[in-house]
């Protein structure tokens, strides 16, 4: 993950890096259908946790006004992503499933890139001066 999406909450950041990660590891042209299967469940499962933690801290540092607007984005995200992983699911031929695996993992990356820079960073502002 570049330096620049980095937002100085330790946890935050390394579990954007996981996701990024996950979703590098989908572009491999080699992997396989059981690979692809386990990638994709790994990179929905992953970016929906780090949601989830991501909504606790707002709530137990009290930051409701950006856990409102936050659960609202996270669960466009949840829906889009579910809909990218059906369409895998679905999907009879390898080529097409790795079209959908690709597609969830661009999908992850640039909706988290936007949400780092747009929303994380103002809460992440607001708690490091706590």
């Known amino acids: 993950m570049e330096?620049?999406?980095i937002i100085g909450i330790a946890?935050?950041?390394k579990q954007h890096s996981k996701i990024f990660e996950i979703a590098e590891r989908a572009r491999?042209?080699?992997?396989?259908?059981v690979s692809m299967q386990n990638i994709i469940v790994e990179l929905v499962n992953y970016a929906k946790k780090h949601l989830e933690e991501e909504e606790s801290m707002l709530r137990i540092n009290g930051l409701h006004d950006f856990l409102t607007k936050h659960i609202v984005l996270h669960n466009q995200f949840r829906e889009q992503a579910m809909e990218i992983y059906c369409?895998?699911?679905?999907?009879?031929e390898?080529?097409?499933k790795r079209i959908?695996?690709?597609k969830a993992?661009?999908?992850c990356e640039n909706w988290l890139l936007n949400h780092i820079d747009?929303?994380?960073?103002k809460y992440a502002k607001i708690l490091k001066t706590k």
């Open 105 to 107: 993992a661009s999908f």
């Open 94 to 96: 390898i080529e097409d």
């Open 100 to 102: 959908y695996l690709h």
């Open 118 to 121: 747009v929303e994380d960073r």
């Open 28 to 33: 491999d042209p080699e992997l396989d259908l």
């Open 3 to 5: 330096k620049k999406y």
């Open 11 to 13: 946890e935050m950041d």
């Open 87 to 92: 369409d895998f699911r679905n999907a009879e």
